[in-house]
């Protein structure tokens, strides 16, 4: 098989590094051409890459990688395997997708995809795309702050941000936000609101359990003035339970709000004393992830697992 991987070279640790994936690859068979994702222009990059006969695209590293592919990809007709390389991995996550690129490189079959919604942001700036989530309040208010200090590695990168987030929500006044799904407002004081396309967001959380990547919908996720202190308290366990979130699944939704930041995906915005505006939904083509096939030894495995 043939393939183009994109690999951010700054991600992941020694055995997970551009050698040990391109040996896994040729483990499996597979014949690439290398596009960094540090690369000047990368997107000029990829689409050079593309003009070339491939099977399928490989995203190797963490989210803002994984993202960057996935929306930049013209051919969404063409399958894209991920490595996920980062700390919280959400869209792999939210996928089910785990373990090393040595590991996921043989279950990787081409007729074996999962379609996934690619969202669009309409607003005063333009029209951007995003996997992850597009967010106003408390969630970008985190990036702002995150983007300041020294980044951690691995779980402690989880644990910092989960920490950073339970201050700010200390911190957070409430903000005046209007939420129409599919032409329902919802109007209130919101710590903050995500409209979320994939189940993980932020540090590792479920934010969004019931979303669906797929389904050509999304979640609005509402994060209430009082549910404050069960937020705080549902960040020591995230997994552990469901989030102490309101939820709005719809088509199209639209946000409406007054001096407070935004972000999509990763990428955060600052907005003192603007009033905007914004319509979310996802675009009509979906891309197409490959989804790992299990060896027989692993489902028996996993199987006793259930049953015990």
Not at 15 to 41: C, E, M, Q, W
Not at 43 to 68: C, H, P
Request: some cysteine.
């Amino acid at each position: 098989m043939r393939a183009i991987l994109c690999h951010n070279p700054t991600a992941g640790t020694k055995g997970h590094d551009k050698d040990a994936i391109l040996g896994a690859l040729k483990l499996a068979d597979i014949d690439v051409r290398y596009v960094s994702t540090k690369n000047g222009d990368f997107e000029e990059a990829f689409r050079d890459a593309l003009k070339k006969s491939a099977d399928f695209v490989i995203a190797a590293g963490g989210d803002g990688t994984i993202a960057r592919v996935l929306t930049t990809l013209s051919d969404r007709a063409l399958p894209v395997a991920l490595l996920p390389l980062g700390t919280a991995n959400n869209a792999a996550r939210s996928l089910g997708i785990a373990g090393t690129p040595q590991e996921l490189v043989e279950t990787w079959k081409l007729d074996r995809t999962a379609p996934v919604d690619i969202g669009s942001v309409k607003g005063p700036w333009g029209t951007t795309r995003f996997l992850e989530a597009f967010g106003v309040g408390v969630l970008p208010e985190l990036l702002l702050t995150a983007a300041k200090g020294k980044k951690p590695e691995g779980a402690d990168n989880l644990r910092k941000g989960r920490a950073l987030l339970q201050q700010a929500l200390k911190d957070a006044e409430p903000i005046d936000i209007e939420v129409i799904v599919d032409g329902r407002s919802v109007r209130g004081k919101f710590l903050g609101v995500e409209v979320m396309n994939i189940p993980f967001t932020g540090p590792g959380l479920p934010l969004a359990e019931k979303a669906d990547a797929g389904d050509g919908k999304l979640d609005a996720i509402l994060l209430e003035a009082e549910q404050r202190k069960a937020l705080i308290e549902w960040l020591d366990a995230p997994l552990d339970s469901p989030p102490p979130v309101t939820t709005r699944k719809g088509s199209k939704i639209e946000l409406i709000w007054t001096d407070a930041p935004n972000r999509l995906d990763d990428h955060a915005f600052d907005n003192e004393d603007k009033k905007l505006a914004a319509e979310v939904a996802c675009e009509e083509e979906q891309a197409h992830v490959l989804i790992p096939v299990k060896h027989p030894a692993q489902q028996t495995a996993e199987a006793k697992a259930e049953s015990s």
